[in-house]
């Protein structure tokens, strides 16, 4: 006979001026089984958790139901006062009868008490099919995979490097350093990308608890917290990297010239190429959708003057495995596409370029050895408009949110533009300024001080050709008067955008992404750097947009993360997993085929006592399972059942009422 | 200087939110729209300000404000509005909600306009259908500028520009029946 | 045959009898029998919609109602200002159905709101209905070295969810059409600027600063003519020409004509039936430019090599 | 239709080369016209079995997996039994070397009134998918009709119909032929029988049945193959296969026309999805 | 399928009974099953945020709306619900990657079959709500409970209880 102890509180006033508390009490003893049913104002408080141990060990109480806030919120609270007592924690249940009665029908006491009256009801009758349950743990793999190269990644491959836990850093380009290898200066100190960047690239190549896999992707992750197999995939690179001294004559002599992404297509590289000068590894990679020798059989110079002999034009695609722990994502963003803005005549006129393509101009390694200049004519320009907010904040044409870093670097555009060309005059179209940040402030301050740079606040609402200029016309609200600049160049602060591969990344990891395609974090304030999949951290621009010194720290708490979960020998992992009864199973292996986690495998068992004949059936990998109860809902003999959700008590919740 | 008290309730803004199925609110000042407005630069309140004064609750300020009466109507700024937020429909509340309540503003050229949207519709009463001399030369009548555009005429006339005959819909009566019966279901509203 | 219920709006039958003309001479030639709706009425605009919502949409309303007797449930609409009334009256109407239904009640006499036509203004219909190539197969008189540039107002295409159809910020189905009849369309700028119609008679001095900022950008894009689709942008861009020279001291004449007009042209017909001498700002010059000589394309170099995905070989 | 002499030869043959340990097709009923299945394991039986559109119960029935797992079986099936064939293979509950599969292109067969039965009118597949020898000219797939008794019943009013149904389940004696006749349903222990569930289940009475045969039915949507082994064993002559024919049309209407045991390692509807299925249906 | 709801004045007459009547103050009880991860956590959600909707509804927390098995659905019609409200991850956030994927395609068939056997359709909903769609939730536990209450008492099969 089941002795069920029912815990009602008040939560101050939160439950007990909607509903009869007092009444929800008395309605529970009515039920044989309860044995004692006694209320309080903070249940979860330390003498309230104190009258339930004391409760279950004056009554001998079997389980226990706790009436009070989500289970979502103190479950494991008062899980631990079971336990204090002695009790298996599992024989709890929790009847929400805060946040799915008291808070939502305030305006209806007899009702909501009703309700309360039948979840606690629904809680008994569940809480009395419960099962002692106990933790399951699992064994660690200590290494630590990390998915893109750039300064998240890189920070985060270091720093759990630096404390002893082998790191596999896998990046899809040629080249680890990502978009801040693209960057001229950074603010607010305006020191040069490389020098801080490229320090740590080569360290991440000399450590010797990294490994580093570049233009390689991660195609298939199965497992779990502490077990997780990834598969890679090694894009040919046509360049055999243990031979290649990354002496450049191939690079040299190629004679295919293509749009060169690293600058932004501003310049051409050759079809075999290394990303930038300082690329890390410093091997070059052939381009297969434009190399004449892998399109048509013809050319086949870079193997000629190579050497080394390093060239391997028969290389194919290479998958390779890695078994890790945990996994950080680290993909950084994209730029928005500015063509909807078809006022501004995107497309037509060559004069307005993106801000990173400005950055790369400005770069003194860039295309144009660090002048602007107009992609039209080539001439330098003197009137450079600078446009904020070039698809952020906008739902009609772009997305909602506001991007973060634009005002801060188009203040930087600002400066650098005056540093490179004296005679120029920078405005900055703009809505707002947003500058919280060490330092920021003080930088838009030099911007428009010492620079002098014209900050106009509007949205540019169009733009026009007259003769060889540009005429933006815009507001200038704090004059109320329609104000038209006559630019040379227009450069265009576009949002920042997830990856567009980021949501078939995510579903392949299996962790959540949000509208925009961006990694969901665990909770929004108290688990930014977790995702809801244990054992999956995110760090940088992959969660939401960032600026660098926001990464990095993200992505030093990403590695603090993984040491965390990688201090013990195993794992701890609810028992709310799946079990086989091998009576009923038939071996039909439909439960194989919905497990999203491949948890179920199968195996051979006597057909009957002593027997040797063997049969198959269905077994769970309680490691594996995450406790969905997909397979349950499937076996039709109800051969599998899930722990802490079983037929009998959801059954048993909807027949209490 | 204004004071603003307590907005308990903008019922200002909730009229014209009703009225125009569009929700002031959204506005973030971007000033997209006042660049982009080709009368702006005549507006005693540019759309971006008329907006803020509907956010204040400043009715009679924007009822009195030329602003409305000078909306084209074109349609450019909602097109690139980020919020998309249907400027002309609120323009036309303000207007409507204006002419309902009674408030005449002062100012010469909204008389100009007004009259001629009088005019118009007058024009459309009588006949059902419009005539483009007959409205110019009534316009000037009673504008008391009689010789406004006189120039144009003769050269618009000879070149058979402007007709002179006008025709008329046939069944005149059910037009002025239309009106009266729009009239009505407009009294009934309020 | 394709049969179009035809609503010609006032100024048709006024200041622009020559867009009415030509284009029943273009649709004869296409093909497309013509039916105007009968004893149609004025659209309301640009007044009706200024002053009160009501009439405003029972204006539009009787059109629509008169317009669903009729067999044929596609309208064609010359005037863009009449083609925004009536099509925005419509989405209107279907939207708000109570209001539909009381407003109805208005025009009962003439019968109930069904909803059942379908609104197009005559350039969408060339362009989507009949179609470039159609009109380009009937071309007999090409039109090449005439340079053009198109004027589509702020009606036509805005706003975007009304019209449905093409850009509302640089539309291109007026500047493909002229390039199917052989003339060159100009890039511009401004062709969706607003021109200021609707105050036309009662403010005249923003349409000539609007209109005339239309005419100089028209002018530097080097078109020999403004080609339009709607009366009321023709009449203001045409007949507000000299004041504007006057007042700005700057010379424009820049001719404007409906894309009708050379349509006609195009097809053959003879220049007297575009009624040429109805325009203020004189056609004939810039017709002249017919038949100028055409530079030609600059010639690609390596035309087999451009083709293959941007890149070049040394 | 008469395949009665080839089975027999083939049957010969089997035993001759001592392919297989049984035997399973059809003999002739000794009281009336209709037919029974018959399983020998002697040769000198053969001359009994018989084939024709009389031949109407689906005999992978017969293959339960203890059957197969020692023994060597041959088998006569039709088009629809084939299907059924085909899933319990996929689903492991037979053996496919320890059957041997004699495929028929069935012609359809009769009902007890000597109409040809609605299931042959409808069938899909009158051809066998999955066979080791094939009988007959395959006439192959047919268009998908939808069943002219649930397209009639969904036209009813909404209590007609539940009076309707009310009226079937409570002349349901609960004596589980349906289930012991359904080679699908092969399961150790049924649900219904487990002790778990009898509790909610529900006795013999309308509500316990309704609950039993809509859960049966469930179990078997996007799995039966309209055999209507079911409703041939029905003691109450229950419509049974209204509730799987309604499955049946809404998983082919919304679920990329699938159809129950058609193609190998075919799992059922329920066993897979598609990002593209219906959604309209949710809040 | 679709089947007219009668009304009668001041009375609820049941959609698959007409013999059976309730006054107009009846209120019916509906199951709510919950999937933990998106539409548990929206409710709670609607919680903290006060929104405020119908007291029929009684919910029932299970991991994920895979592990919804139909005869919870078909028991909870039986015993103690006159509707039933199914609530899961959108299509493509499942916190178990697919389970509402496999959900959905029984939830159409159950669904159907049930209204197909004499269950108006209103009867048994689904909806997609994700934990941060607090207003959603409080949106269609309202519709939902509008809906059934419009059906009147479910009878049927309800009279030998179990």
Redesign the interface.
């Given at each position: 006979m089941a002795r069920v102890g029912v815990f009602v509180c008040y939560c101050g006033a939160n439950i007990a001026d909607f509903i009869d508390v007092p009444a929800v009490v008395e309605e529970a003893k009515k039920i044989k089984e309860v044995k004692i049913s006694v209320l309080y104002k903070y249940m979860c408080s330390d003498p309230g958790q104190g009258m339930i141990r004391d409760a279950i060990v004056q009554n001998r109480l079997t389980s226990v139901v706790v009436a009070a806030c989500s289970p979502r919120m103190h479950e494991k609270t008062f899980r631990k006062a079971l336990s204090d007592a002695g009790m298996n924690p599992y024989m709890l249940e929790v009847a929400n009868i805060r946040e799915h009665s008291s808070w939502v029908h305030q305006k209806d006491k007899k009702a909501a008490t009703e309700k309360a009256n039948d979840l606690i009801r629904m809680a008994i009758a569940k809480s009395i099919a419960n099962e002692q349950l106990h933790e399951i743990s699992v064994p660690v793999t200590k290494r630590a995979l990390v998915i893109g190269g750039g300064i998240a990644g890189i920070q985060a491959a270091l720093d759990i490097a630096d404390a002893r836990i082998p790191v596999t850093l896998v990046e899809k380009s040629p080249s680890i350093g990502g978009r801040m290898a693209q960057l001229d200066e950074t603010f607010p100190t305006l020191d040069c990308s490389q020098c801080i960047l490229t320090p740590k690239m080569v360290d991440v190549a000399s450590h010797p608890y990294i490994e580093l896999i570049p233009y390689s992707e991660v195609i298939e992750l199965d497992g779990y917290v502490g077990n997780y197999k990834a598969k890679i995939k090694k894009k040919a690179s046509y360049v055999d990297f243990s031979s290649c001294t990354g002496c450049g004559a191939c690079t040299q002599k190629c004679p295919v010239k293509v749009p060169n992404e690293f600058n932004m297509n501003i310049d051409k590289r050759k079809a075999i190429y290394t990303p930038f000068p300082q690329a890390v590894p410093n091997k070059p990679v052939i381009d297969a959708t434009h190399c004449t020798m892998l399109l048509k059989g013809k050319c086949g110079i870079c193997a000629k003057v190579c050497e080394k002999g390093s060239i391997n034009f028969k290389m194919v695609d290479e998958v390779i495995e890695r078994e890790v722990g945990a996994v950080v994502i680290a993909t950084g963003y994209d730029l928005w596409d500015p063509k909807p803005y078809e006022e501004y005549g995107v497309g037509r006129y060559k004069d307005i370029i993106t801000s990173l393509e400005f950055e790369r101009m400005v770069s003194a390694s860039g295309p144009t050895n660090g002048v602007p200049i107009r992609p039209s004519d080539g001439k330098v320009p003197k009137n450079v408009v600078f446009i904020k907010c070039i698809g952020s904040r906008d739902e009609a044409k772009g997305i909602e949110y506001c991007s973060k870093i634009c005002c801060m670097y188009t203040a930087k555009h600002a400066i650098l533009l005056h540093h490179k060309v004296h005679d120029s005059h920078a405005y900055i179209f703009y809505m707002d300024i947003r500058a919280a940040g060490k330092g920021y402030e003080e930088f838009v301050k030099r911007a428009q001080v010492e620079t002098a740079a014209t900050y106009l606040r509007g949205r540019v609402s169009k733009i026009y050709k007259k003769g060889d200029k540009l005429m933006v016309r815009g507001e200038d609200a704090q004059i109320g008067q329609v104000v038209e600049v006559e630019a040379d160049l227009v450069v265009l602060a576009t949002a920042v955008i997830a990856p567009k591969d980021n949501p078939s990344l995510a579903r392949l990891l299996g962790v959540s992404y949000d509208k925009y395609g961006y990694m969901s974090e665990a909770h929004p304030k108290l688990r930014p750097v977790e995702t809801a999949k244990a054992g999956i951290f995110l760090a940088g621009c992959t969660q939401a947009p960032k600026d660098i010194p926001d990464t990095v720290a993200q992505a030093s708490a990403c590695a603090a993360k993984v040491c965390g979960l990688f201090a013990g020998d195993t794992l701890k992992k609810d028992p709310m997993v799946s079990t086989i009864n091998n009576e009923f199973c038939s071996g039909c292996q439909n439960c194989v085929k919905v497990c999203p986690y491949q948890a179920i495998v199968t195996e051979e068992i006597p057909l009957g006592h002593g027997s040797k004949e063997l049969r198959t059936v269905a077994k769970i990998n309680e490691g594996v399972c995450q406790g969905c109860g997909s397979c349950v809902a499937i076996c039709r003999s109800m051969a599998i059942n899930l722990a802490g959700f079983t037929d009998p008590q959801i059954i048993n919740e909807i027949v209490a009422i | 200087m204004i004071t603003l008290g307590l907005l308990e309730k903008n019922t200002f803004l909730e009229a014209v939110n009703k009225k125009s199925g569009a929700n002031v609110l959204e506005c973030y000042q971007c000033g997209k729209c006042v660049s982009t407005c080709p009368v702006s630069s005549y507006m005693d309140f540019p759309p971006r300000e008329i907006m803020q004064m509907i956010k204040l609750g400043l009715k009679e300020e924007s009822y009195m404000a030329n602003s409305m009466w000078f909306c084209l109507t074109c349609s450019a700024c909602s097109g690139r509005c980020p919020r998309e937020i249907d400027i002309p429909a609120v323009m036309e509340a303000i207007r409507h909600l204006a002419i309902e309540e009674n408030y005449r503003s002062e100012n010469k050229k909204v008389k100009d306009i007004r009259k001629f949207h009088d005019i118009f519709l007058d024009m459309i009463k009588r006949y059902g259908r419009n005539y483009e001399l007959r409205m110019m030369a009534e316009f000037n009548i009673r504008t008391r500028n009689l010789f406004k555009d006189m120039h144009l005429a003769p050269k618009a006339l000879l070149k058979g520009k402007i007709p002179i005959g006008h025709e008329s819909t046939k069944s005149a009566k059910a037009i002025q029946r239309m009106f009266k019966l729009a009239g009505k279901l407009e009294k009934e509203k309020r | 045959m394709n049969k179009l219920t035809y609503f010609p709006g006032?100024?048709a039958?006024?200041?622009s009898?020559e867009f009415d003309h030509t284009l029943k001479l273009v649709m004869k030639t296409l093909d497309v029998q013509m039916e105007e709706i009968p004893?149609?009425?004025?659209c309301?605009a640009?007044?009706?919609?200024?002053?009160?919502?009501?009439?405003a949409l029972?204006?539009p309303m009787?059109n629509l109602v008169l317009a669903e007797k009729l067999e044929n449930k596609t309208m064609g609409i010359a005037c863009a200002s009449c083609y925004s009334r009536m099509k925005g009256t419509k989405k209107h109407l279907d939207e708000n159905p109570e209001q539909a239904k009381?407003?109805n009640?208005?025009?009962i006499?003439?019968g109930e709101y069904q909803g059942t036509v379908e609104i197009k203004s005559m350039l969408q219909y060339c362009f989507e209905e009949i179609g470039l190539e159609t009109i380009k197969s009937k071309v007999t008189k090409s039109l090449s070295g005439l340079k053009v540039a198109c004027y589509y107002g702020?009606?036509l295409t805005?706003?975007?969810d009304v019209t449905q159809f093409d850009?509302?910020?640089?539309p291109m189905s007026m500047d493909l059409l002229m390039e199917a009849l052989g003339a060159k369309a100009m890039?511009f700028?401004?062709k969706?600027?607003?021109c200021?119609?609707?105050?036309s008679?009662?403010?005249?001095e923003?349409v000539e600063s609007?209109t005339g900022k239309i005419l100089e950008?028209a002018k530097?894009s080097g078109a020999h003519l403004i080609v339009v689709a709607c009366p009321l942008c023709q009449?203001n861009l045409d007949?507000r020409q000299p004041?504007i020279e006057k007042h700005s001291g700057k010379k424009l004449d820049i001719p404007v004509m409906y894309f009708t007009q050379l349509m006609a042209l195009a097809f053959g017909y003879p220049e007297k039936e575009l009624?040429l001498?109805?325009?203020?700002v004189p056609v004939e010059a810039a017709l002249k430019h017919i038949g100028d000589p055409v530079p030609e394309p600059e010639k690609v170099k390596k035309t087999k090599k451009a083709v293959e995905?941007?890149?070049?070989?040394? | 239709m008469d395949h009665s002499k080839q089975i027999q030869d083939i049957a010969s043959k089997l035993f001759a080369e001592n392919k297989i340990d049984y035997f399973v097709g059809y003999r002739q009923n000794a009281i009336d016209d209709s037919q029974v299945p018959y399983l020998i394991s002697d040769p000198a039986e053969i001359p009994r079995l018989v084939f024709t559109d009389r031949s109407v119960f689906n005999l992978a029935n017969y293959l339960k997996p203890e059957h197969t797992r020692r023994k060597r079986v041959g088998l006569v099936v039709k088009g629809c039994d084939s299907r059924a064939l085909n899933l319990m293979l996929t689903e492991s509950q037979v053996k496919r070397e320890n059957v041997y599969i004699i495929g028929i292109c069935c012609e359809g067969v009769l009902n007890e009134k000597g109409e040809k039965a609605q299931n042959c009118i409808e069938c899909v597949m009158p051809d066998a998918v999955v066979y080791d020898e094939m009988i007959g000219t395959p006439t192959g797939k047919r268009e998908y009709i939808v069943n002219a008794d649930i397209k009639e019943l969904a036209t009813i009013a909404l209590e007609k119909r539940a009076d309707y149904f009310e009226d079937i389940f409570s002349n349901c004696i609960r004596c589980n032929a349906c289930r012991h006749s359904c080679p699908l349903c092969y399961c150790a222990k049924c649900c219904i029988d487990q002790e778990t569930s009898t509790l909610y289940h529900g006795a013999n009475t309308s509500s316990g049945a309704m609950h039993a045969l809509m859960t049966w039915s469930l179990h078997l949507a996007g799995r039966c193959v309209d055999c209507r082994n079911c409703e041939k064993a029905c003691p109450s002559h229950l419509p049974l296969h209204l509730l799987h024919k309604q499955n049946e049309s809404v998983i082919y209407e919304n679920f990329q026309q699938h159809l129950a045991g058609m193609e190998k390692d075919d799992r059922g509807a329920f066993y897979k999805y598609s990002l593209s299925d219906p959604d309209d249906f949710i809040l | 399928m679709e089947t007219e709801v009668k009304e009668a004045q001041g009375k609820i007459i049941s959609a698959e009974n007409p013999d059976i009547v309730a006054p107009a103050d009846w209120q019916p009880v509906i199951m709510g099953i919950l999937c933990n991860w998106c539409s548990y956590a929206g409710s709670d959600l609607t919680g903290t945020s006060r929104i405020q909707y119908p007291p029929n509804i009684r919910i029932i927390r299970v991991p994920c709306s895979s592990r919804v098995d139909p005869w919870f659905i078909i028991k909870s019609l039986q015993t103690t619900a006159d509707g039933v409200l199914i609530s899961g991850c959108h299509p493509g956030d499942c916190h178990y990657i697919s389970g509402n994927y496999f959900a959905r395609r029984r939830f159409l068939v159950t669904k159907k079959l049930l209204n197909f056997v004499g269950y108006h359709e209103n009867r048994v909903q689904f909806s997609w709500v994700s934990a941060a769609e607090g207003p959603k939730f409080a949106k269609v536990v309202a519709k939902v409970t509008e809906d059934i209450k419009k059906l009147g008492p479910l009878h049927r099969y309800k009279k030998e209880n179990f």
């Open positions: - | - | 006032c100024s039958h006024g200041t009898e004893d149609w009425n004025c309301g640009t007044s009706a919609h200024v002053m009160t919502e009501n009439l029972a204006l009787r009381r407003i009640s208005t025009v006499d003439e702020c009606l805005r706003p975007k850009s509302p910020e640089y890039e700028d401004f969706t600027e607003c200021g119609a609707s105050f008679i009662s403010n005249t923003v609007l950008v530097e009449s007949m004041d009624r001498p109805k325009h203020i995905a941007e890149s070049e070989v040394e | - | -």
